[in-house]
Every structure is written in C-alpha cells, then in structure tokens.
C-alpha cells in the first residue's frame, strides 16, 4: 500500500516534494500511527511555543492581591529596554477605574537575573549549580522613597514620589515568577498599597539569561525550572578549588547553644503562624526542642503565596550534633583582598557526617550586634545569590554576580546535599558578638526563614590575631608566635604518633581506599581521640590502630594539638599536622 501525504502550498512558493511510505500493514494502520505523531509532535511544538515563543516583555498582566486599607488594582507592567543595557519599567495601577502610570527608569534589570561568576564560566557541573541556586533564592530590590529612578505622577494617593517606595522582586519559585509592591512613607510609618504578581514571558527571560551567561537556556531550563524529578543537583561532586584557593587554616572552638532558648525577631515574629507542629508552640522553648520536633512549614507556591495545604516537611536530625569548626584564609578571582571561609562538621543523628561551607566573607563587613538584633547581621539565603532584599543603590555598588561570597551543605564524600528538601534550611544569618568582636555567631534558618533553627558560636580569636593583626593585641598574646621551639615541639608529637599507631597496629589492613582521620593528642603526644574524616573513616576504624581508642565526640580541649593521620590499603601510616588539610577528603 502507498500511502501520500499532501503538503501545503502557496502562491509564493514552490510545490514540496510529496513523500510516500509503503507498508505491508493492515489498511488504514500507518495513516492513524502517521497521525498520532504528528498530532504529538503539534502538541509539543504548540506547548513549547506558548512557553517560550513571546519575547515581548510589554503589557505584562498584573496579578492583584488583596491589601488591607487600600483599593488599588494592578492592571499591567512592562519593561522598556533603554541606552546602555538598561531597561525603563512602567507599571499601571487603578483605583475606582482610574489609572495611573508609575515608573521606574534606567533601572539596570541585569542585577536581577541570574548571572555566574565570569570565574566557572566553562564548569558546567557550577554553571548549573549556581544559576539554579540564584534562580531559587529569593532577590527583592528595594528602590528607596526619593530614587531618581521613580517617576510618579503628582496626586497620586495623594502621595509625592519623596514618599513613595517600590520593590520588585525576583521569587524564589523558578524562572519567571516576580512580584511587584508599592509602599507609601509618611510621617506615620510605613504602609503598603499595593501587591501584585506577574509572570515574566520565558522567552524574553531565557533570552535574557543566555545572554548574561553565554550559555543556553535550553541546558538549564529543568533546573532553573525545577522541572518534574529535579532533585537541585543533589549528589554533585562539588569543587571547592575551581571556586577559591585556600591558603591557611585554623581551628575554631565551636559551641552549639542547643539548650538555650530560641530567638525570633521581625520576620520570624510574623511568619511564626506559617509553622506547622504537633504540640503547642509554647512548649517548644530551645534549639533542640525545635529540632527534635521537625516542624512543617506552609509551602510558598506559585505565584507568590503560602498555601496551608501544602506543607513542606523537615528534618534537622540531619544537623544534630556539631562536631568540629574550622577557619581558612582563601583568596578569590573576584576579590583583590583575602577572605575568610568556615567550615562547621556536623553529624546527623545516624552517624553520617555533614559538612557546611561559607566562603568569601568579608571579615569586616560582619556587624558587631547583640543576639536579639541578629537580623541586623549578615541575614542572606544558602547557595549562591545577594540578600534576600536589598536597596537598589547598595545593589548597584555590589553587583551579585561578581561577589565571592557563596554557601554549600555537602555530605561525608563531599556530594552536594539538597538542604531545602533534604534539611528544610534556606538560609544563614552570621554577626560578631556585641561584648567580643572576635567571636561569631551563626544561625541555620528553616525554609522560607519562618524560623531560625539552631545558634552556634565560633570563637575565631586565633584567626582574627593571626590573619587581622592589631599591634595591642599581638604583644599581648605570645601564644601563637612561630618559633623554632613550636616546630621542633610539633615534629616530635608527630614523630611520637606515628610511633604509637606503628606500633599499634596489629592487622592486615582489609579496607581498599585510603582512611583520613583527625587524632588530639596531648602535650605528651598520647593520642587522646580521634575524628574520622568519611564515612568510610567510621565503617573501617576497627581494622586501624584506633579501634581501642576513644572516638571524640565534639571538637573540645581534649588535646593541645591535632594531626592529620592517613591508613593506606597497604600497611602504610601517614602524619602530618591537621592545619592545612580538609577536614574530609
């Protein structure tokens, strides 16, 4: 049988070539099949182009949420480009059927679109991860009362444009999602007026990415869509030196405030009826009563609201206990100083090892605040993106794709962890101390910042005096002058450890990978605990001298000095001192 499909012509075009199948089958078996597939195909391409063929980012519906106290309903925005790659944003707002047009002008959109450090262009395993994590971290740009930017027409509300604010938000829902409020600022307060949502066109936004990034958009859509099985990269290799080099590194003492009670200012005050727990919220007083409930959250869903029928579970027994602490002095492409990089190990309540990394902080840029000011502090989401808001001025001045400051939650084999899901954090707030600007405190805070979940101290003493030297302070503390005396103490400890574990071990090594742990020991070089440093470290530590040695717990005063120790699959003992290394490798 032979079977033509007839092809459309026109007047200005030449007749196509018609194709013609033979098939053995049935009558009327390929015609259906033929159909079907080209139906399918139509489908797709329809879909596709409804998703992504409008590049016109003009006319753009506003969505309105109800205010208390105000009347005024959105009806479009649009988004103008302007000379040198700025763009002019003109929304229109109604109120009793009468519009007014608002602008904003020569606003530089580029800061609000994810864009990667020029510095992992050509890593496609970072490229995905840091424009997926830019693109699902929260970005609202306050464009203050008074910003040349803002026109506003005279009698607006009533209003002037001395007295009118406007943020524009990227949301943290995926591609295209942003969010628009107007806020009136008088004498009395501040109020606002206006809420609304649009839906950024996906072609004009893929364009606009591609773009920025000199990548395509196709290659990160399901990421920076969150397409259906998406898991945000969870199990990347992550390569911290592609990103910093580290320089130096020193031992943090680290206390975990789990039994004292927990704080909330602000925003955590007013989210605190999103959280979702089994007993009366007054019954949950301390860190670790938050932890051991696992709350939920309502879930933060398109187009920009909480949905209490949706709730978005936890599970902070992946943070439990907080092992061990650790301060590196790194330098970064995208900074001409050095910077500072911690590092906190902890361990879920199963044994498995965690390790959270944040890099590229600027020590002087860490406010000195009391605890029950700590959203005064450095108060930004995990990953790679700017504070959750942020004035458009301040914005202007530090560009997110050039910061060197970014965040990751990896496991015991140094994987990425899906710490939204896997967690239920999103978020890290960091201040120095309001009595000694050489400590630290460090909070974990919840999905959606509805709460924060736990409150570290590191006490970065060692670090500040060695890396920040003030004159006072050196002469006064002699402790950590390098000396011939030091390096000589500090090879005959390593000398007396390996002596020790040589001299220990006893079996034939049955583990096939090398074996990295962190020994204390004390002034006499007696090795006081031991750290494994993967989970391979704690499966295999009876078939190494440490299986009659005591595990340390946490990181203490246990010992005066800490080693880093390797067992080879052949017999092999390697030690070194611990400063310099990883704590996992």
């Not at 006319?59 to 479009?76: A, K, Y």
């Not at 480009?81 to 959109?109: C, H, K, M, W």
């Not at 395993?125 to 997926?132: E, G, K, N, R």
């Not at 084999?413 to 978020?427: P, Q, S, T, V």
Request: charged letters at 20%.
């Amino acid at each position: 049988m032979t079977t033509t499909l007839p092809t459309p012509q026109s007047k200005n075009t030449q007749p196509v070539q018609t194709v013609e199948y033979v098939s053995n089958l049935p009558h009327g078996v390929i015609p259906c099949a033929l159909a079907a597939s080209v139906l399918s195909l139509s489908a797709i391409a329809g879909f596709v182009y409804l998703r992504y063929g409008n590049f016109n980012s003009t006319q753009i519906p506003l969505q309105t949420e109800s205010v208390q106290g105000s009347n005024l309903v959105g009806e479009n925005i649009s988004f103008y480009r302007a000379p040198n790659s700025l763009y002019n944003i003109e929304f229109e707002i109604s109120q009793n059927g009468q519009s007014t047009p608002i602008l904003l002008n020569n606003v530089d959109l580029r800061l609000m679109i994810p864009q990667i450090p020029a510095s992992i262009r050509g890593n496609q395993a970072l490229t995905q991860w840091f424009l997926t994590e830019r693109e699902f971290n929260r970005q609202r740009v306050i464009f203050s009362a008074g910003s040349p930017e803002i026109y506003l027409p005279d009698g607006f509300m009533g209003y002037s444009s001395e007295e009118i604010s406007i943020a524009v938000t990227n949301n943290c829902l995926g591609a295209g999602y942003w969010e628009l409020a107007v806020f009136a600022e008088t004498s009395e307060g501040k109020q606002k007026i206006y809420q609304g949502y649009f839906d950024f066109p996906k072609g004009a936004y893929s364009r606009l990415v591609s773009e920025l990034n000199g990548v395509s958009y196709w290659d990160h859509a399901p990421s920076m869509e969150a397409w259906p099985g998406f898991n945000f990269y969870s199990g990347m290799p992550f390569d911290l030196d592609a990103i910093r080099t580290a320089k130096r590194r020193y031992l943090v003492d680290a206390q975990d405030l789990k039994h004292e009670n927990i704080l909330a200012t602000n925003e955590q005050i007013s989210k605190a009826k999103l959280m979702v727990v089994n007993q009366p919220l007054e019954t949950i007083e301390t860190w670790e009563d938050l932890q051991q409930t696992n709350p939920k959250f309502q879930s933060f869903v398109p187009p920009g609201i909480y949905n209490p029928n949706k709730l978005w579970k936890t599970d902070y027994s992946q943070i439990s206990h907080l092992q061990s602490a650790t301060a590196k002095t790194i330098e970064s492409p995208l900074a001409n100083e050095e910077l500072l990089e911690l590092e906190l190990t902890l361990k879920s309540q199963s044994g498995k090892l965690r390790k959270f990394i944040v890099s590229g902080v600027d020590w002087h840029q860490i406010p000195q605040v009391s605890t029950d000011q700590y959203d005064r502090g450095i108060y930004i989401p995990i990953g790679f993106a700017p504070p959750f808001t942020d004035n458009y001025e301040q914005l202007k001045q530090n560009p997110p794709h050039k910061s060197p400051l970014f965040s990751v939650m990896l496991d015991g084999y140094n994987l990425a962890m899906n710490y939204r899901k896997d967690i239920g954090i999103n978020g890290l707030v960091m201040h120095r101390d309001i009595q000694n600007p050489h400590k630290l405190h460090f909070y974990f805070m919840s999905y959606e910042r509805i709460t924060l979940v736990s409150h570290y101290v590191l006490d970065l003493t060692q670090w500040v005096l060695m890396e920040h030297p003030e004159p006072e302070a050196m002469s006064a503390v002699k402790t950590f002058d390098y000396t011939p005396s030091m390096a000589l103490s500090q090879v005959d400890l390593n000398q007396k450890v390996y002596t020790q574990l040589d001299q220990a071990w006893q079996t034939n090594p049955q583990f096939k990978q090398r074996l990295t742990y962190r020994i204390f020991v004390d002034s006499q070089g007696v090795i006081t605990g031991y750290l494994p440093s993967s989970n391979e470290a704690q499966d295999w530590v009876d078939n190494t001298p440490l299986s009659d040695m005591s595990r340390a717990s946490e990181f203490d005063d246990r010992g005066v000095d800490s080693f880093r120790v390797v067992f080879t699959p052949r017999g092999g003992i390697e030690v070194s001192p611990w400063w310099g290394w990883d704590s996992q490798e």
